[in-house]
């Protein structure tokens, strides 16, 4: 078995955890619009650029993102292009509304 395998379940736990952050949440989100440069990622978690860059590598380490370096800089977009579904179906069913309704959602 290689050693870069992981079972199935043992990759959604990494990249489930690497979104477990409000910084790399907000890193993500902002990928949906398109790539973006580290330092504007900086701007955005209002952060130094190490912390920003632990954050980015964990990301870019669970498969979230993918980076290439352009002459100084180092541009970052999102891995895969349905991120933007997943946040929207995790938008249905937030612990404050599953309760309250007592009902299932199909939400993709």
């Known amino acids: 078995m290689p050693s870069s395998y992981l079972p199935s379940t043992d990759k959604r736990v990494a990249v489930l955890k690497a979104l477990a952050h409000p910084s790399r949440l907000r890193i993500t989100e902002a990928l949906m619009q398109g790539e973006k440069c580290v330092a504007k990622l900086r701007d955005l978690v209002g952060s130094d650029v190490s912390t920003v860059s632990k954050h980015l590598s964990l990301l870019r380490t669970a498969g979230v993102l ?30 404050d509304l599953v309760p309250a309704q007592n009902r299932s959602v199909n939400c993709c």
């Not at 352009?70 to 292009?81: D, H, S």
């Open 66 to 95: 993918v980076s290439e370096k352009r002459g100084l800089n180092v541009y970052y977009r999102l891995g895969c292009t349905c991120f933007g579904d997943f946040l929207r179906c995790v938008d249905q069913v937030g612990p």
